[in-house]
């Protein structure tokens, strides 16, 4: 066996038609993303778990562009070719696959799959792009998202919170994996991070009966919450307790209108009409898709 790997490498980089015997021309025709999981398994496991996978036929989405007739939201649902800034064009085919894997890779410039690696890859030909290792790459589609974080002086981006990498190989499937060694592969999950205490400086201040919270976003780099479409939505609630027992409660709303601004302090004001001697502040979330908002922390006074 172990002659056999290097004679299978000597065959493949010495013959010059090793493109030819191995391309697979359906590839460059913008297949469904079931094709691409022959091999990039991970990767299309990942994917199809994901909002991208979902985005055309969730039923958040069906109620939000009444089942399709609101078309200024659709093309990035089921986007044809993803572009650096500007919305990209609906493509009229496999939109079931909402926004798929040769929506984000596949360029028509250069009839070729793009990434962010130097790869050689026989059944499709690649180009090594590194605008995928860059936040723009994500503007054409999450506009607004893309010009808060710009405001904000970060050396994260996009990728690092929501496309984590771990090592290992873009390729599943043999021979193709033998021509591959371990690299950073990023999580096609495309994952909204679990907010947590730490991410924001809670404080309170009492004075003419009223309660005021002060909040201030440490650590997300843009807005929270944040969307293009959609309704995303943050929950203060707070709690007024006397001896132990719970006197009074009131609770406020933050959309993306109003959200919580990148090292910004929100100032929130709770009327109080009774007496108490203990305050708990919980910050809660509920994204577009959730049905019950999630606990993030609690914070006692």
Known sequence: MRFIIPLIGIFLFSCDKVKDVFQEKDL????VAKRCSECHENIY??????????????EEFKRASENYSKTKCLSCHAPYEITVSDKPNLRDFHREDGVNCVACHFRDSTKSMHGPYDV?????PSTQDLQYTK??????????????????????????CHMPAEKGKLIQKFPFDLMHSSKEVHHHGFMVPKSKKDFFDVKIDKENGNLTVKIINLKVPHNVPTADHGNPKYYVDVIFYKNGKE???????????????????????????????????TLSRKLSWQKEPEKIASYDF
């Open 28 to 31: 460059l025709q913008r297949p």
């Open 45 to 58: 496991n990942q994917w199809k778990e994901s909002r991208h996978a979902m985005a055309w036929t969730s």
């Open 120 to 124: 050689f890859s026989p059944p499709h």
């Open 135 to 160: 936040a723009e790459i994500c503007s054409g589609c999450h506009q607004e998202t893309f010009k808060q974080w710009k405001s904000v002086a970060t050396d994260k981006n996009c990728q690092q």
């Open 247 to 281: 006197v009074y409660s009131d609770s406020q709303m933050i959309t993306p209108k109003e959200a919580f601004l990148p090292k910004q302090e929100k100032i929130l004001t709770f009327p109080v009409s009774t007496d108490y001697d203990k305050i708990k502040v």
